[in-house]
Structure formats: structure tokens, C-alpha cells
């Protein structure tokens, strides 16, 4: 099946500095969704994100679906920014399977 | 609108009883799913659904059933707990290639 690798695995901040992650994955996909899972463990939905570039306030992602990658920034980095940030692929195959990244876990210190 | 809703968020069973995890969503997705997410570790597909009257295994189905009956509805039954099944679990819903909603998570442990 297909493989999805981020990095770094861990990332400690100084509150306002900023980061970038990455997320590699090695086939074709549908669809790449990034997501906020919480300290209460809450999944929540960033970026829905095939191609392209997209932001949010702080947050912005990139995918280049022809390089089978996408980067997520996050800029002046906040104490609430800590958690666990997933990638997620969505195959190109015949039915809806997300494939899920072991995530890197951030934690922003003041 | 609701979106994903998840029930219990949390259940302490013992070794070898059942139990039935419930997911409904509102947003009329036909494609719905359960993941099992363990400590360091990404979410596992367990089992997933296209449809109503539709469902197929994902990376991690023993021990667990589903079945699909409406479109709203996707239960996820534990037919013996077993303590390697102590995760967090978390139900999916989408439209077909399109962004995927999660639920809150039901924390399960088992003793």
C-alpha cells in the first residue's frame, strides 16, 4: 500500500518562531487532507489540500502532487499550535481509503 | 449540523465482552469508516463502507464487525474484547474523493 513519511517526528518551538512540515507519500493520490489532533485528542480538519497552495491565518500548506509531497507552515507559532499534526492521503484506487502518516508532534514553549 | 457524532466517548470493558461503538453523520456522505489510533502511532483503517448495505475490511478488521443499514449509521462491534484492542477509535464520513470529517473519538480500554 502506499507509504506516507513526515518529518520531523518531533519539533519543540520557541512560542513566535516558525516551522515547517513535511510529508512525503509514494504513489499517486487522490486527495491530502493535513490535521490538528489536539492534547484532548480532537482530529481537526486544517487543510483539504490535492495541489496547490492554501492558508489560513497563520497556516498555510503546499502539495506538489507531481513530486508526491506536501508542506505544511505554521508562522508565529502559539502555545495552542502544540499537538500532534497528521498528513493524510487519499489513494487513487477504486474505493475511499485514507492512509494516515505517524505524524510530528509539536510542542511550543512560551 | 452536527457532522460526525461519536458515542460513548469513553468505555472500560472487561476481557470478553461485547460491545457496539456508535457513529452518525448528517452530512449525507456515502463513504464512512472506523480507525483505531494507538499510543506514537497514525490512525488504522479497521473497516469502511461505500454505501448503505456495503462494507469491506481495512488494515485492521479481527475482532471487529460493522454493518451498514442506513446511510446515516455505522456501528462498530466488539464481539470479545480482548486488551490489544485498548486504543482510541474514530469514525470517518466523506464524500466520494473528497475531504474526510472525523469524530471525537471513543477512548475504549480493556481489563
Known amino acids: 500500500g502506499i507509504q506516507v513519511e513526515q518529518s520531523p517526528p518531533d519539533l519543540i518551538l520557541q512560542e513566535g518562531a516558525n516551522s515547517t512540515l513535511r510529508c512525503n507519500f509514494s504513489d499517486s493520490v487522490n486527495n491530502l487532507q493535513w490535521f490538528h489532533q489536539n492534547p484532548w485528542g480532537q482530529l481537526i480538519n486544517l487543510f483539504y489540500?490535492?495541489?496547490g497552495t492554501k492558508q489560513n491565518g497563520r497556516l498555510s500548506a503546499t502539495t506538489v502532487a507531481t513530486e508526491r509531497y506536501s508542506l505544511l507552515y505554521i508562522s508565529s507559532s502559539q502555545t495552542t499550535d502544540s499537538g500532534v499534526y497528521f498528513c493524510?492521503?487519499?489513494?487513487?484506487?477504486?474505493?475511499?481509503?485514507?492512509?494516515f502518516g505517524t505524524g510530528t508532534k509539536l510542542q511550543v514553549i512560551p | 449540523n452536527a457532522g460526525v457524532t461519536q458515542t460513548p466517548k469513553f468505555q472500560v470493558l472487561k476481557t470478553g465482552q461485547s460491545m457496539t461503538l456508535q457513529c452518525a453523520q448528517d452530512?449525507?456522505?456515502?463513504?464512512m469508516s472506523w480507525y483505531r489510533q494507538d499510543p506514537g502511532m497514525g490512525l488504522r483503517l479497521i473497516h469502511y463502507s461505500v454505501g448503505a448495505g456495503i462494507t469491506d475490511q481495512g488494515e485492521v478488521p479481527n475482532g471487529y464487525n460493522v454493518s451498514r443499514s442506513t446511510t446515516e449509521d455505522f456501528p462498530l462491534r466488539l464481539l470479545s474484547a480482548a486488551p490489544s484492542q485498548t486504543s482510541v477509535y474514530f469514525c470517518?464520513?466523506?464524500?466520494?474523493?473528497?475531504?474526510?470529517?472525523f469524530g471525537q473519538g471513543t477512548r475504549l480500554t480493556v481489563v
Open positions: 493524510a492521503v487519499l489513494n487513487s484506487g477504486g474505493y475511499q481509503k485514507v492512509t
Open positions: 470517518a464520513s466523506s464524500l466520494q474523493g473528497a475531504e474526510a470529517f
Open positions: 452530512m449525507n456522505h456515502e463513504y
Open positions: 489540500i490535492p495541489s
